[in-house]
C-alpha cells in the first residue's frame, strides 16, 4: 500500500535525520592534520529552527561519531542525538518508547541502506534525491535537491505545509 505523503505529514510530531549525505553532502573532508570536516547548509539550519519554534521536533541519528556533527547540533539546539548507531530502526523505537511518541508520528530523512529499518517503521518515509535506489523505493516523499543542499529544509517546509503552519511563519518574517 502506497502512503500519502501529505496525508502522513498532518501526523508528524518528530522528524529524524541522518547526517551524512542527508544534513551534509556526504563528502568527507580531511583537514592536513587528519581531521575530519563536515559542509553544512546554512538553509537546512534556519529550517530546524522553523520546525522547532511551531513545536515539530527534530533528532539526529548518525552512523559516525563526530565532533563536527555534535557541535552543528548543539547550535541548532536539537536534544535527541544519536552517534555512532548504525541501526536507526533502534534508534526510532528508542525515541518511541522515551518520548511516548508513535512511530506513525514520526518522519525520517535518509539516503543510505543504513536508513531502510528506520524507513519501514515510520508514518513518513522520506528521502533525499540522490539516495540509494533501494532507498528512494522505500520513500513516500523524496526532496528534489540532494542531502547537503537543502534537502533538510525541503523535507520540513513539506511537513509544515501540510501541517498548515508554514504561512503563518512566513509572514512573521515577511
Not at 518511541?96 to 539516503?111: H, K, N, T, V
Not at 531502510?116 to 515510520?122: H, K, P, T
Not at 547537503?148 to 504561512?167: W, Y
Amino acid at each position: 500500500m502506497r502512503i500519502d505523503p501529505r496525508q502522513a505529514a498532518l501526523n508528524v510530531k518528530m522528524l529524524i535525520l541522518d547526517v551524512d549525505g542527508v544534513l551534509t553532502d556526504g563528502g568527507l573532508y580531511y583537514d592536513n592534520s587528519g581531521q575530519v570536516m563536515k559542509r553544512f547548509n546554512v538553509q537546512d539550519g534556519l529550517g530546524v529552527k522553523l520546525a522547532q519554534s511551531v513545536d515539530l521536533e527534530i533528532a539526529v541519528a548518525t552512523g559516525l561519531d563526530s565532533k563536527a556533527v555534535k557541535r552543528r547540533v548543539k547550535e541548532l539546539d536539537i536534544e535527541e542525538y544519536f552517534a555512532g548507531r548504525l541501526d536507526k530502526a533502534e534508534v526510532v523505537r528508542d525515541i518511541a518508547a522515551r518520548r511516548s511518541i508513535d512511530p506513525s508520528e514520526m518522519a525520517y530523512l535518509g539516503d543510505d541502506w543504513v536508513d531502510a529499518g528506520a524507513l519501514r517503521l515510520v508514518g513518513l518515509p522520506m528521502a533525499v534525491t540522490n539516495a540509494q535506489p533501494e532507498i528512494l523505493k522505500l520513500a513516500a516523499w523524496t526532496s528534489t535537491v540532494p542531502g547537503g543542499h537543502g534537502a533538510v529544509r525541503e523535507a520540513i517546509t513539506f511537513i509544515l505545509d501540510a501541517q498548515s503552519k508554514l504561512d503563518r511563519l512566513w509572514r512573521k518574517w515577511s
